[in-house]
């Protein structure tokens, strides 16, 4: 169906020697509280982290938005706007608040003030909330950190124990990795098996690999799907995201550095160079919002700075490229 290639993942691993890898860092700040509360912040953030910039014919509108009078969009106004409001309303970080939350209520926290109400399925993620609340009550845990210190502080006894949670089920563990990767960025969480945190892939790494050439459709009907925008199948999502899962773990052990290293490099740059519409193949627009930290990536030996991976990429230059594939779901 799908398959990771090789030589293409060391040819971008080669190429990527050339500069240091930065460190994985978290940029969204934490809310001004508790470090009990911080987690449960992030819990919460990453349990209902999922579409915000929805697909489909024709497509939703993205979640979008303006905090502390900076316009943000999807992730960024997802985080920014919990933080703002939970940082005067903490009672929405307890487990007990969580299991009586409705979809009107996830509406009011997110409306923005110019562009209305934006969050898509909130009764969908409403029931991933209380999910949450009934099980975190009836374990007698206020907050994440009970829950690690009931069942361990490794990756490997976090993760199975976050599954029961039904916003974490994901066989490919994207929500699960993800929260794992930022409690330990923000400085909440260390693990002593940090080697297990794989990367949480989504949906913008899906589109980069599929473009990079490190992962290859084998199959001419999921290639059809996949060039027609038609919605995948559940199996086919899951065969997706772990190729490019494999394909991560498969660079970042050529280079010697961690996998969430890696996601955090490959989803910088596939956000800001490579989106679905908009690419910087042959050069990065004065406006690129690149973090800072990959900028250097972008100086090449020769011409403007570009896409990182312009000189290495499959698809750079091509007019038909890969989008991600079509697939409704609250995994990721």
């Known amino acids: 169906m799908i398959q990771v290639v090789p030589d293409a993942c060391r040819k971008v691993a080669d190429y990527l020697r050339r500069h240091p890898i930065p460190e994985d860092v978290e940029d969204q700040m934490l809310p001004s509280v508790s470090p009990e509360l911080a987690g449960n912040y992030l819990f919460l953030l990453v349990a209902i982290c999922h579409q915000t910039t929805p697909q489909g014919n024709p497509p939703p509108p993205p979640l979008v938005g303006t905090v502390a009078g900076v316009s943000r969009k999807g992730w960024d106004y ?3 706007k919990l933080q703002e409001v939970v940082t005067t309303s903490q009672e929405l970080l307890t487990p007990s608040t969580w299991a009586t939350v409705t979809g009107p209520d996830l509406t009011a926290i997110f409306r923005d003030a110019t562009n209305g109400e934006r969050l898509s399925d909130p009764e ?22 009970d829950m690690q210190n009931a069942v361990g502080s490794r990756v490997a006894e976090l993760l199975p124990a976050l599954a029961q949670f039904h916003a974490y089920r994901d066989p490919v563990q994207k929500k699960s990795l993800f929260l794992l990767s930022l409690m330990r960025n923000s400085k909440l969480w260390d693990f002593p098996d940090p080697e297990s945190l794989g990367p949480p892939v989504d949906y913008h790494e899906v589109r980069g690999h599929l473009r990079l050439g490190t992962v290859q459709v084998v199959s001419d009907v999921l290639e059809g799907k996949l060039r027609s925008q038609t919605e995948v199948t559940p199996e086919e999502d899951l065969a997706i995201r772990r190729a490019v899962f494999s394909a991560i773990m498969r660079i970042a052990e050529e280079l010697k550095v961690t996998p969430s290293q890696m996601h955090y490099l490959f989803w910088n740059i596939f956000r800001t160079c490579c989106k679905r519409e908009e690419t910087h193949c042959a050069a990065c627009p004065a406006g690129c919002g690149l973090v800072q930290r990959y900028r250097p990536l972008t100086v090449h030996s020769v011409g403007p700075a570009s896409c990182p991976f312009s000189p290495v990429c499959s698809s750079a230059g091509q007019h038909l490229k890969y989008v991600e594939h079509y697939h409704r779901t609250d995994y990721y």
């Open 78 to 80: 997802l985080s920014a």
């Open 124 to 145: 969908g993620r409403a029931g991933l909330v209380r999910d949450m609340g009934e099980k975190m009550t009836a374990a007698r845990w206020t907050c994440l950190h």
